[in-house]
Structure formats: C-alpha cells, structure tokens
C-alpha cells in the first residue's frame, strides 16, 4: 500500500511558477512510476505528465510541454511538479498518482492516488 499527499497548490498569478509537492509513504515508493493528472470544475481529467521509477524517462502532455517539468527523489519518496508560465487554462486540483506500470499511469488507471491540491490561477 502507498499513500500519496499532495502539498503546494495555491493562488498565483498568469505567468507565475508554483512547485507541487506529492510524499508518499508504504511500500517501495521507488519502484514505482509517478504521474501528475489535473481536474478542472466540469471537465474531465487529464493527464498532464508521467516519470519512471528511475526518473530517467519523462513524459508530458501537449499542453504543458516546456512549462512544466516533472521530476522525483526517492531518497526523499517526493514526486514533484515545477509549474512555471502559468495560463488562466491551468487553474484545476491536481493529484499525484503512482504505479508499478508506467503505462498504466499514463492511462489514468494507477493504483494509488493523492486527494489533490487546487491551483488557481488569476489573470
């Protein structure tokens, strides 16, 4: 079992640059794939990027490519997301997920999941 909390979330403003934050805590967090996945009122969610259990292999949706940037610890069993040149299209809760496939962290379908951090964004 893993148990993953986000931290970081907050109010910033366009243009700006948050730091996300998801710790976990059980079993083997270095064995596992991490992935961020974003929610916005009324929208479905999405994935926004993915990193191996190395950290070696990283992976980004369309829309956050060259904003963000996804990296881990695992000396630290930290997961983070470096949101800079933040958009008004950016603003959702964002949850960290984790799984032994890193396939299936892209999917959406991990096995574990934060309970999310809200970004807000104004303009």
């Known amino acids: 079992q893993v148990q993953l909390v986000e931290s970081g979330g907050g109010l910033v403003r366009a243009g700006g640059s948050l730091r996300l934050s998801c710790a976990a805590s059980g079993r083997s967090f270095s064995s596992y794939a991490m992935g961020w996945f974003r929610q916005a009122p009324g929208k479905e969610r999405e994935f926004v990027a993915r990193i191996s259990w190395r950290g070696d292999s990283t992976y980004y949706a369309d829309s956050v490519k060259g904003r963000f940037t996804i990296s881990r610890s695992n000396a630290k069993n930290t997961v983070y997301l470096h949101m800079n040149s933040l958009k008004p299209e950016d603003p959702a809760v964002y949850y960290c997920?984790?799984?032994?496939?890193?396939?299936?962290?892209?999917?959406?379908?991990?096995?574990?999941w934060g309970q999310g951090t809200q970004v807000t964004v104004s303009s």
């Open positions: 997920c984790g799984d032994l496939n890193l396939i299936t962290v892209v999917a959406g379908s991990s096995d574990y």
